[in-house]
Nanobody, 121 residues
Framework: QVQLVESGGGLVQAGGSLRLSCVASGSFSSINAMGWYRQAPGKQRELVASITSGGSTNYADSVKGRFTISRDNAKNTVYLQMNSLKPQDTAVYYC???????????????WGQGTQVTVSS
């Protein structure tokens, strides 16, 4: 089992910055891709950014140039630096990770509990 715990959300004015962190803990042999998703009220959950264990990244078009995803494999932690925040970035942000319990088992998908990000205009 893998537990993902997010932190760093909060209230910020438009144009401001926040840094989200997500730490993975529990029993696993490896963590593959990690990412951040978000869900605004009345909308579907959407991918914000992802990063592979090797460091390759992928971003939603709406956040390119403003958000940066990174990870520290030694600490089993993924970060999301969010700059130039806009009111439309307001959502609950969820951490996601694919992890294998044993080396011979396929990865499973895990989610954090979410952290609220609110951007005021």
């Amino acid at each position: 089992q893998v537990q993902l715990v997010e932190s760093g959300g909060g209230l910020v004015q438009a144009g401001g910055s926040l840094r989200l962190s997500c730490v993975a803990s529990g029993s696993f042999s490896s963590i593959n891709a990690m990412g951040w998703y978000r869900q605004a009220p009345g909308k579907q959950r959407e991918l914000v950014a992802s990063i592979t264990s090797g460091g390759s990244t992928n971003y939603a078009d709406s956040v390119k140039g403003r958000f940066t995803i990174s990870r520290d494999n030694a600490k089993n932690t993924v970060y999301l630096q969010m700059n130039s925040l806009k009111p439309q970035d307001t959502a609950v942000y969820y951490c996601n990770a694919g992890a294998s319990t044993f080396a011979w088992t396929p990865p499973r998908n895990y989610w954090g509990q979410g952290t609220q990000v609110t951007v005021s205009s």
